[in-house]
């Protein structure tokens, strides 16, 4: 069993101080059985599902995660000349239990959803340029830390998967041996169900956006000093927004 990343390409993620990063990130690591065979890896890894319930029913019930089959992830990993990068596809089951307070059951379902992921390097003479792609009906979890949910329950009790999407592109530049900065855009969104329909769905994520510069000095080996300027934006489905600056400063030592 292992816990590195087989959908999240871990090469392809900026060097920001930020620790996750662009907003578009896949970014997940959790149990997970792998097969490596040449350039293909497949992975069984721990599903959970996070959905929201946008039907007001009146009820005080609890949601419980009722996944039955694990999260099916393969992948391909290519080079071509100075470009690295991998393509990767997941298959998810979602599905929900909703009980009362005694536990007493009152309702549940389960979906599958998907997702695609196309990110990698190329490098180049004075640094590279690292990009990631992702699509998909149930992207959730999986990119930014949680930015989206993986679905909603309709006013049939059933599970909905959102459509989403992510990009990122950044590239480092090294100065000189001691010096280099990365630069790095980034945006995601996803395909809410509409207010009219469900009125709670006005709170729900709708966008986000991420831009990232940083300028790393490098004294010794093995020691790092930096600083990082960020401004994201987010935006709800019900057109409020807001959007914020930071300026980090970090410090590492690799022994």
Known sequence: MTRSA?????????DLLDFVGPVSTIFVRQPQVRWTEGNFQFALENPATRIDELSDTGVNRRLDNAETIPDLIARYNGTAGDLSWTLAAMG???GYESRLNSGEKLASDDTWGYGLSLAGKWQLANGDMRFMLNQGSALGRYMGLNTFDDGYIDSNGDIDTIAQWGAMLAYQHAW??????????????????????YASAGQLAKRYESAHANLNWLPHPGLQLGGELIYARKELEDGRSGDLSRLQFAMKYAF
């Open 92 to 94: 998810r089951q979602l």
């Open 6 to 14: 087989t959908f999240f390409n871990v090469g392809a993620l900026p």
């Open 176 to 197: 000189s041996s001691q010096w280099r900065s990365t630069f790095a855009l980034s945006a995601s969104a996803a395909d809410n169900p509409s207010i009219g329909e």
